[in-house]
């Protein structure tokens, strides 16, 4: 069973059938459910975090479960922090004055880039929601604040700073995470 809690076209690496197994054992019914990859993150505090991508047909499933399997696996894997984030595509931009042949579409606008990673930003501070947004420029560099909803602070305030910090390695932007008064 946990062969097929992975689905990818290489083979697996020690961590994504270490998960596998984990998930497996958990017993948490996830029947058809499966995920892409999984990276283990160093963040600068001397943190590690774990990130989990499942592919984008199963979105909503997952979001259904995701508390509960997030939860099973950080008891089990001590000292990281367990994240899963949709296995999002970015498409170039496209040129003026290039061939484009016959037939092909226009990019849509959920694969562009600040698309993806507001997307991936959602998926980081799941279950939480977004509230607000302010992009703020200091002679240091610009940084955006981003306000969370206040009914999951009790969920979130623990996992914050590594939220930052590892929204910051994948997509280098820097955030500063606030909940919502």
Known sequence: MAATMIRKKTDPTPLELEIAKLMDKAELGLG?????????IELPEG?????????????????????????ELEKKMQQKTVFFVGNRTILKKERRGT???????????????????????LDLVHPALVV?????????GC??????????????????DTICSLY???????INCVFDS
Request: aromatic share 12%; hydrophobic share 35%; net charge positive.
């Open 99 to 121: 061939f484009k042949p016959k037939g092909l579409q226009k990019r849509p606008a959920n694969r562009g880039l600040f698309a993806v990673y507001e997307a991936t930003l």
């Open 168 to 174: 910051k390695k994948m997509t280098s932007r820097n």
């Open 47 to 71: 943190k590690k975090a774990v990130v989990i991508y499942y592919p984008m047909k199963l979105l909503v499933e997952w979001k259904k479960v995701i508390t509960k399997v997030v939860a």
């Open 143 to 160: 940084y955006i604040r981003v306000f969370l909803s206040k009914q999951h602070q009790t969920a979130l305030e623990s996992r914050v």
């Open 32 to 40: 058809h459910l499966y995920f892409n990859s999984a990276k283990e």
């Open 132 to 140: 607000g947004k302010r992009t703020n420029y200091t002679p240091s």
